[in-house]
């Protein structure tokens, strides 16, 4: 795994950036993980979702869309390999600001908003992983308004 990191990262780094590299494509993952998860809610993981969520990543991560869809099978197999979202989670929080973790609860709003619907399986897994990566109540609205007015803007509404 730490070839095809820096495949998509670059050349060989100097040590101290490669744990750094290293730790980006990490967290790249646990955060792709929970869009796969949000997108597997309903046990169907289909193309519409892949391409929401390798849109997600190209935009947000300025991947190429070879490594994003290499990530998200990547993120696929972790999800696979793994018993629960924690080390996911807690990864994230060790590694990502207030405001990262924000725009990573705003990229879930926006998948899960994808379909124009919320489900409650979708609304039960958003409200879990705002727990677990610390927001209140209020915050995970806040969030969330700001995806929906955001999609109201960009429809003309």
């Known amino acids: 795994m730490k070839d095809l990191i820096k495949k998509f990262f670059g050349d060989a780094p100097q040590p ?8 980006q494509h990490d967290i790249r993952v646990a955060t792709c993980a929970l869009f796969v998860e949000m997108a597997n809610i309903d ?3 289909g193309e519409p979702e892949k391409e929401h969520i390798v849109s997600m990543l ?5 991947l190429s869309r070879e490594h994003a869809d290499e990530l998200t099978r990547i993120a ?7 018993i629960d979202l924690w080390r996911f989670t807690n990864l994230i929080n ?3 600001s207030k405001e990262e973790k924000t725009r990573v609860v705003e990229m879930i709003w926006r998948l899960v908003y994808a379909d124009g619907h919320l489900s409650d399986h979708e609304n039960y897994l958003i409200h879990k992983l705002g727990k677990m990566l610390r927001f209140t109540h209020r915050e995970l609205i806040d969030a969330k308004l700001a995806v929906l007015h955001e999609q109201d803007g960009s429809s003309g509404n």
């Open 94 to 96: 060790q590694n990502y």
């Open 43 to 45: 046990s169907e993981f």
């Open 76 to 82: 696929r197999e972790e999800l696979d390999g793994s």
């Open 58 to 62: 190209t935009s947000e991560h300025g």
């Open 16 to 23: 101290s950036e490669a744990e750094t590299s290293d730790d």
